[in-house]
Each structure stands twice: as structure tokens, then as C-alpha cells.
């Protein structure tokens, strides 16, 4: 296998869910207390398994990140036959607030921050880091590096339904 040279790079990009935040554990963290409220009781696995199969036909829906989770709810309700009050509608998309990045994101930003520029990409629209307000982003943006944040939106690329 060739060895890479990081000296043939400036800048790194990383996507965020799933590389930078824990999203099933964010997932995870709201709905299963959630269904639980309903007396509804499944598996981690069948919920992730679920959200991976309604994620991509809802985005192409159209509309923002917020209104895609607050669907995928819905459909979780039909699913499984129970009546989401508007605050658990409002409640899901808002708990993307409360999402923690991986242990090792802030300590591997910043030793990769002293020697490359580092961007993050994203599908998400809008996916202003600092606008959804992700507990771990705040730690990644007052560290001693810095990312840039480049929506697919507005790169013109990846899953870019029109924002509403």
C-alpha cells in the first residue's frame, strides 16, 4: 500500500454526522425516551435501521433538516401507531443541539488543525454548525483550530433539496 504524504495536502475536509457527532447516539438519545413515553418499546438497531431508510426518501422531499427529522417522526408514529404531540415534533429536530461529537473529535481536529486547513461538509440544509447550535461544536470552534463550514447547498453538490 503507498504511503500517503500529508505534505501534499493543505486542507482536510470531514463530513460531520456520523464522523465528527455521534448521530445514532443523538438519534438514539431522543427517540427511544420518546417512544418509550408512548409505550413503545423497540431495538436501538430497528430504530437506526429505520431512520437510514426514511432519511434519504424524506429529504428528497424537500425542506430544511428540521422539517426532514420532524417527518421522519411522523412516519415513526405511523408506523408504530402512536400520535406525536407538536412539542416531540418540535422536540426531535431541536435535539440536534444536544448532539456530542465522538470523544476523539476535538483532540484529532487539533493536531490536524496545526498543519491543515480544515473544512467541514456538509447535506444539510442550512448546516451553519454554529447556527443548529451542537454542544460539541462550540468546543470545536473556541479550541485552538478553526473550520470552515461549506454546506452542500451552497458547494452545489451531494443530497441539496431546496431549503424552505
Same mark, same amino acid.
Given at each position: 500500500?503507498?504511503?500517503? %504524504? ?7 475536509s470531514? %463530513?460531520?454526522?456520523?464522523? $465528527?457527532? @455521534?448521530?445514532?447516539?443523538?438519534? $438514539?438519545?431522543y &427517540?427511544?425516551?420518546?417512544? /418509550?413515553?408512548? #409505550?413503545?418499546?423497540?431495538? #436501538?438497531?430497528?430504530?437506526? /435501521? ?10 428528497? @422531499? ?11 417522526? /411522523?412516519?415513526?408514529?405511523?408506523? $408504530? ?5 407538536? @412539542?416531540? &415534533?418540535a ?12 470523544? #476523539?473529535?476535538?483532540?484529532? $481536529? ?8 480544515? =473544512? =467541514?461538509?456538509?447535506?444539510? =440544509?442550512?448546516?451553519?454548525? %454554529? ?6 461544536? %462550540? ?7 478553526? &473550520? ?7 458547494? +452545489? +453538490? ?7
Open positions: 500500500m503507498t504511503e500517503i %504524504d500529508p505534505g501534499n495536502y493543505k486542507t482536510l470531514f %463530513d460531520v454526522y456520523g464522523t $465528527l457527532i @455521534d448521530w445514532e447516539n443523538g438519534i $438514539l438519545g &427517540l427511544q425516551p420518546l417512544l /418509550e413515553s408512548y #409505550d413503545v418499546h423497540v431495538i #436501538d438497531t430497528w430504530v437506526l /435501521e429505520q431512520f437510514a431508510e426514511m432519511e434519504p426518501q424524506i429529504q428528497g @422531499d424537500g425542506g430544511s433538516y428540521r422539517q426532514v427529522l420532524a417527518r421522519i417522526l /411522523e412516519r415513526f408514529a405511523n408506523r $408504530l401507531a402512536f400520535i406525536p404531540g407538536e @412539542d416531540a &415534533l422536540g426531535f429536530p431541536n435535539s440536534i443541539e444536544y448532539w456530542q461529537p465522538f470523544a #476523539d473529535t476535538v483532540p484529532a $481536529l487539533q493536531a490536524l488543525g496545526e498543519k491543515f486547513e480544515l =473544512v =467541514v461538509l456538509s447535506n444539510r =440544509v442550512p448546516c451553519r454548525m %454554529d447556527w443548529i447550535g451542537i454542544a460539541g461544536w %462550540d468546543k470545536l470552534r473556541t479550541s485552538p483550530i478553526y &473550520l470552515n463550514d461549506v454546506t452542500a447547498h451552497f458547494a +452545489g +453538490g451531494m443530497n441539496t433539496p431546496a431549503a424552505s
